[in-house]
Nanobody, 123 residues
Framework: QSPLVESGGGLVQPGESLRLSCAAS????????VTWFRQAPGKEREGVLC????????NYADSVKGRFTGSRDYAENTVYLQMNSLKPEDTAVYYC????????????????WGKGTLVNVSS
């Protein structure tokens, strides 16, 4: 079983917000960059955003710039994806993943994956 667990997904209306969480057990997230991915129905998985070990955020998807932000809570050993102004095209299963390195990279080969949480944006 993966030590990464996503939560916070659900059904929301366009324009609303959600915050996804990626919690870890048996693993200290502060040492690693964590990347959020998503996979929409019938589409390939895409990288959305990465949060480095120091808390810096790197966007990979132009479609979410200005709307999605990443953060982390070191005390809670959790990484977050704040999603604002949600659109129907944001509907997807969202995953957090990591490779044991502190920096973000467009090399999206990951070692650990969560099982995902479904975000459904619909009116």
């Amino acid at each position: 079983q993966s030590p990464l667990v996503e939560s916070g997904g659900g059904l929301v209306q366009p324009g609303e917000s959600l915050r996804l969480s990626c919690a870890a057990s048996g693993l200290t997230l502060e040492d690693y960059a964590v990347t959020w991915f998503r996979q929409a129905p019938g589409k390939e998985r895409e990288g959305v955003l990465c949060i480095s070990s120091s808390g810096g955020s790197t966007n990979y998807a132009d479609s979410v710039k200005g709307r999605f932000t990443g953060s982390r809570d070191y005390a809670e050993n959790t990484v977050y994806l704040q999603m604002n102004s949600l659109k129907p095209e944001d509907t997807a299963v969202y995953y957090c993943a990591l490779r044991r390195r502190p920096y973000c990279s467009r090399d999206h080969s990951m070692e650990l994956w969560g099982k995902g949480t479904l975000v459904n944006v619909s009116s």
